[in-house]
């Protein structure tokens, strides 16, 4: 239609300029002028319905585009649900798949039979105690004392410790027999003082397997 306006005011100038100003007159340049006017009219009319078409497929082809990568998503996740971390599941031996567990939580029979359980081995520890032992209680420059573990039970570890950190003491000894049997602990004095203390003695005991 705008090619054609060029056209048409062509047309109404000609009819003027055949016809001559007294025979127009007015009347034909008011028709002149609602020609051009139509003319705008209905380029502006057929351009406002191309901009609504073109907003109309602009929205439906995102629409369809939504729906379709939705469509997308859903198809995906179906996928994978019977996937675990991407490693898919298979009824029968498969590599690089993961063989669910039947209804008892057994392997099922075609990948071969199953063993029976073996034998439940002794327990490493048991019984745990602690056994303490304490020196007599005097002014006696060095004090000495041991604790044994029952019997039936062997040594894990021990320790010691003086009744008093005023004075001027010192653990000599802390330390287990040969036979991990016995903690012995010693202490003394550093230097001469009248007061009474005594020295004590911790075993960790319990019974040992093997």
Known sequence: MKSRLPLLISIAALVVAALGPGVVGSAARDAAAGIVKRAQFAYRARYARFSRDA???????????????????VAA????????????????????????????????????????????????VSGLALVTAESSSNSN??????????????????????????NPLA????????????WTAEAQETAAFAGSWRVSVYAICATVSG
Not at 61 to 70: I, N, Q
Not at 141 to 156: I, M
Not at 171 to 182: A, E, N, Q, V, W
């Open 171 to 182: 653990i000599t000894r802390s330390s287990p027999s040969g036979d991990l049997k016995t």
């Open 55 to 73: 907003v109309h497929a602009t929205r439906a082809d995102r629409s369809g585009f939504a729906k379709r990568a939705g469509k997308a998503d």
């Open 77 to 124: 996740a179906a996928a994978n649900a019977g996937a675990v971390n991407g490693i898919e599941a298979s009824r029968t031996p498969t590599p690089n798949k993961l063989l669910p567990l039947d209804a008892k939580g057994k392997l099922p029979s075609s990948i071969g039979a199953v063993g029976p359980t073996g034998p439940q081995g002794p327990p490493g």
């Open 141 to 166: 420059t060095v004090k000495s004392q041991s604790v044994s573990c029952p019997s039936g039970k062997r040594l894990l570890g021990g320790g010691a410790s003086v009744s008093t950190t005023t």
